[in-house]
């Protein structure tokens, strides 16, 4: 039996039962007697579907979010903003298979023997689903990032059933999910077997390792990620595992920004590095300043005027969350300002370091990803020492850089943030990650398993498909987005030029 | 120093001095130093270095085709057309480089507050190349897939550097290649670093290892891309390995083509399964026929008719085809025709064996690729046979189907194959790989490392990048492709909608 735990006080009840190696087996199967039919069914109706899944995400709203709110404390205004946001996610990656621009379908011609180029064959490429994903969601975004969150709806439709691991930090709302999701898919038609859920960490891992499972998705920590992408390729049949990661998300300061903003940038980065008790994978938990600038001491007052207080989501993060302070200090950061917690639960209280940006080498403990309301200010003296401080930076998700009005450093601080993160934010933070067509969530190792790809926005829907080319296939053997009369009415590229 | 060798005598020159591990390093560190001035130039000038890259082989052809037969033994006519392919595809991938689709760019506007839909930021997506990739080519096509064939070509196109390993079946020719595009590449302004090659099995591997180098890209055998692919999941900084491998690649022949046109598909197999002495990653190398249609007595005629014979292009490869037919027939296959080889060099005769279509189990070594000329015939008795022996192949890189007039099981073939492969050819044979737009020159694992991406064709740019997203940037501090005037005049999808 998996239990559920209150994190304001810490007591746990019954949530549900694990789901055994044979049972787990057989929900497999039944997703791969589902891809075909989910495969086949044309985007337009998947996007259906997820619409189904988001209306009854929201008719059961205020249910759902005092669950969550029950099991992870994190809130509901935060929460019920949430489920909104991820009822707007599943509607828009249904859009974005509608649209179909996902399949790239794309058409050569056979070219005639007497045209005087060399002869070649018709060919037609599209991307077709991989069949049943596994995705693994997170603890700190029930609902954007759990059962029904990106992986399970950018998979879904994209055309693969998903088979989805019930997160321990909520496991009750997990199950209840599902439920809500499963029947609204059986309401509108879809295939049993469509979208399916498994309890417990035995259950995980004889999921990733299911030949019937063809790709996995995962969101959470380095070791959590790297743990299913080792498991994945002992396989007979190595699949992808693309597994977003936390990292240490980098803000640069500016010597003009600190001058012209230093109240409004230390507000800023209090207000996003405590945000939800600092438990976002996008958390900026480094600020680099200019030396003298004074803007350490102004972050400490901040920190102290703000006095965020709230719960860490689980117990075990609350314990790697103290540990992750010690070794930072031990990596030589000074804890310059905290907020005492409350005792109860797991309750926990923001802590604000300072580190000289010298010490920001690479493999330095400073640059890893601690997971809570934790934040290193770095000072640097002059822009040699923060070009050597970048370039130890390890690949993140985001990063972003603060800049002054006519700031003529923000060109090339942008360029080089680049080559570190997959998003690069200006003036702002980068918690907070948008959904839609152009969002790239994702960036180097370790930040992600697979840097060419995102868990969210449209191109998320990338990851659960491979291309196929089709040679002289006479047009009923052909798959609808390739056949000669469009009858999809898709975006193709035909013989080189892109039509719409 | 390396040697080359002559298949048609097996004597042995000296080809070039092993690059060692320090002079690799200084290799990669100017790659790396190349790859900013590479990512910043414009792609339609990237087009014209791989224009200037196409020329130089062109204007040596036939000093290189001589080259390449005395490493090979491939013939010139063979080697001829090889070059003439591989000078089109340089100027293929400069093409779809310029024409930029491939960079992906994608704008999102900010929302405005009053607009009634939640607030979003300006978010921007493109394309960002990865830096210094190493490029590892094929014994088996020395232009197509050698220094400048699809690897170097597609990764030069989308602005990464590329190291060249030189592959030992062809040093000399290798060496020369990369002088010819290296003199070409100064020739049109390209950075000192663009290319450059190593040569040596422990240059090879340091490589791999070396933090500077971004991606791998492999062609050849099951083995060595393995090892690759293993070797860089050792490195601090994983990295992606695009690891094209040899498959069998099944054909179907249906009743009905069997019936209406044996003789053309027996002599169209032998063709394509002995082409080159079989050393193609495309050789069909299982036919699947049904019992009692005679085609497998067809095909024994038809290789004894055609008795084609050549060299197998290492010692190492001739010796692995011997053992391959042992192993085949130790898993039950029997020899039904063979082509005695004359006994100079690394001389090759095909060899035709059959199975019986019920011994083609998952893990079967009849399932596993010979490299050579070397196929299997298979009888499959009625529908159910040949669906239990198509539901047990491995990922491959290609398949085909024989249908006949109204054949009306074609289409459930066709899609029966593309789950198990990149490319479903129909009516003919999967040797020849038309190099466009809608390619897909990839497949399941073990196909390729990364079913996701195509090793030849457009899509082949996609591996050498990853996407970033520029989060309300100001429009000088954005990438050209991003720029709110469009200066590349791109395709580029504006607020979800694509325009051109």
């Known amino acids: 039996m998996t239990l559920s735990f209150n994190p304001r006080n810490g007591q746990s009840t019954a949530a549900h039962p694990q789901t055994g190696p044979d049972e787990v087996a057989g929900l497999v199967a ?29 008719t059961r709203a205020d249910e759902l979010v005092a669950l969550a709110d029950q099991e992870t404390a994190l809130g509901a205004p935060r929460l019920a903003a949430e489920l909104a946001g991820a009822a707007r996610s599943l509607r828009f990656y249904g859009s974005v298979a509608a649209e179909g621009s996902y399949l790239g379908a794309t058409i050569d011609h056979a070219t005639h023997p007497d045209s005087g180029v060399p002869a070649k064959p018709d060919l037609r490429r599209v991307r077709v689903p991989l069949g049943p994903v596994a995705v693994f969601g997170a603890s700190n975004f029930p609902f954007a990032f759990g059962v ?5 709806a950018s998979a879904l439709a994209s055309g693969s059933p998903v088979v989805v691991k019930a997160h321990p930090a909520h496991p009750r709302l997990s199950a209840r999910l599902a439920e809500i999701a499963m029947r609204a898919l059986a309401g509108v038609g879809a295939p049993a077997g469509a979208l399916q859920i498994v309890h417990g960490f035995d259950a995980g891992t004889r999921l990733v390792t299911d030949p019937g499972i063809r790709a996995v998705g995962f969101t959470g920590s380095q070791a959590g990620g ?87 989501l689980t117990e075990a993060i609350a314990h790697s969350c103290t540990a992750g302070i010690g070794r930072l200090e031990d990596a030589g950061a000074k804890v310059i300002a905290q907020v005492t917690a409350a005792q109860h639960g797991w309750a926990a209280g923001p802590v604000l370091l300072q580190a000289d940006a010298a010490s920001l080498t690479a493999g330095s403990a400073l640059l890893e990803e601690c997971f809570g309301p934790v934040a290193i200010v770095a000072e ?45 934010v200006v003036n702002g933070w980068p918690t907070g990650v948008a959904v839609g067509w152009a969002q790239q969530h994702g960036g180097p190792w370790p930040a992600t398993s697979s840097p060419a790809h995102t868990s969210v926005g449209a191109a998320a829907l990338d990851r659960f498909t491979r291309p196929v080319a089709y040679q002289d296939a006479p047009d009923g053997a052909l798959p609808p987005a390739l056949r000669e009369a469009n009858p999809w009415r898709l975006s193709r590229r035909v013989d080189g030029i892109l039509t719409s």
């Open 226 to 312: 790297l743990a299913l992408w080792r498991l994945a390729a002992t396989r007979q049949e190595v699949i992808p595992v693309y597994a977003e990661m936390g990292t240490v998300n980098t803000v640069v300061v500016t010597p003009a920004a600190a001058a012209q903003r230093p109240q409004e940038i230390a507000a800023g980065f209090v207000g996003s590095f405590t945000l939800g008790m600092g438990q976002y994978c996008t958390k900026p938990g480094l600020l680099l300043v200019p030396a003298g600038s004074g803007l350490a001491e102004a972050v400490a007052r901040a920190l102290e005027a703000a006095s965020p207080e709230g719960w860490m």
């Open 148 to 152: 029904l969150g990106h992986d399970t």
């Open 30 to 58: 039944m997703a791969t007697l589902a891809s075909g039919a989910v495969a086949a069914t044309a985007p337009a109706v998947r996007a259906s579907w997820l619409g189904a899944i988001a209306h009854g995400l929201q």
């Open 380 to 424: 640097y003296d002059g822009d040699q020492a923060l070009s050597a401080a970048l370039s130890a930076l390890p690949g993140s998700l985001a990063a972003a850089v603060h800049g002054g009005t006519g700031d003529t450093a923000l060109p090339r601080l942008v360029a080089d943030l680049s080559r570190r993160c997959g998003r690069v």
